[in-house]
């Protein structure tokens, strides 16, 4: 499995070269998916120059490409076979590539544009599926780490801060109700032309939330040292103010 950052720098599960050590700066922004993690690194990454790991990308992307060759199904009871999961972990050719235009990080598999299939919240069943599996997360903590040894690095996940990097700088768990990511995920679905069912995008995240916190390893949780933000009531701009003045108070450096 490849990586490549926005410099293009491939980043291989396959690399057996010496592992450097951290050398630049990591702030980790974790919690649940709608809590407006995506907003906030995106904000903090180009406002600091640095890379932007959506690490949950990387799971979603897993996880689709495993329902695609038939390896998972919606049936969150079936049985998974982690050994070809893994295999096919390790098959893929991923690539972030930021766009200034649209605000967000085109995602590109095996030379496929498949950020908008990524980002469905189908998909994001069939991450938390996969997520449980310890080889597939050993096979992607290595290549999220690599990317902290080329530059600064914002990283958006659920264990950032407790498992692929607990020596972080700065450490924020963003939290909201379910209610709170629903509504804002209906808003999202409509806005874009989509039909909307609230009570469905409820039970889904409600499910998420249930597999990701308890799942033997490593479940989603804040550090012992992260910050704790809860945005159910606030807008976008507050929640990265107030990370951006923890940032701040942990020697992080910002232009403006």
């Not at 491939?10 to 050398?23: F, G, I």
């Not at 690539?95 to 919240?121: H, M, T, Y």
Request: glycine residues 6%; proline residues 4%; negative net charge.
């Amino acid at each position: 499995m490849t990586v490549s950052t926005a410099d293009n720098t491939p980043l291989s599960s396959d690399d057996t070269s010496q592992v450097k050590p951290l050398r630049y700066p990591v702030i980790c922004i974790d919690g649940p998916s709608g809590a407006g993690k995506g907003t906030v690194t995106w904000r903090l990454a180009q406002a600091l120059d640095y890379q932007l790991l959506d690490s949950g990308a990387l799971y979603r992307i897993v996880g689709l490409k495993a329902f695609e060759a038939g390896l998972i199904t919606a049936d969150t009871n079936q049985t998974i076979d982690e050994t070809a999961v893994l295999a096919l972990t390790q098959s893929l050719e991923i690539a972030f590539v930021p766009n200034n235009k649209s605000g967000r990080v085109d995602i590109l598999v095996n030379g496929e544009a498949v950020g908008e299939q990524v980002r469905n919240e189908t998909v994001g069943g069939y991450a938390s599926q996969i997520a449980v599996f310890p080889t597939v997360r050993q096979a992607l903590l290595k290549l999220q780490q690599d990317m902290a040894t080329r530059s600064g690095l914002v990283a958006d996940g659920r264990d950032m801060g407790t498992v692929v990097f607990p020596d972080a700088d700065v450490k924020v768990y963003l939290t909201a109700s379910a209610e709170a990511r629903a509504e804002r995920r209906v808003t999202q679905l409509l806005n874009a032309g989509q039909t909307a069912d609230f009570e469905a995008i409820l039970t889904t995240i409600k499910a998420r939330d249930e597999r990701d916190e308890n799942r033997t390893t490593a479940p989603s949780k804040p550090a012992e040292d992260a910050l704790l933000l809860d945005s159910s009531t606030l807008d976008a701009n507050t929640v990265y103010e107030q990370v951006k003045k923890h940032c701040q108070d942990q020697g992080i450096c910002f232009n403006s």
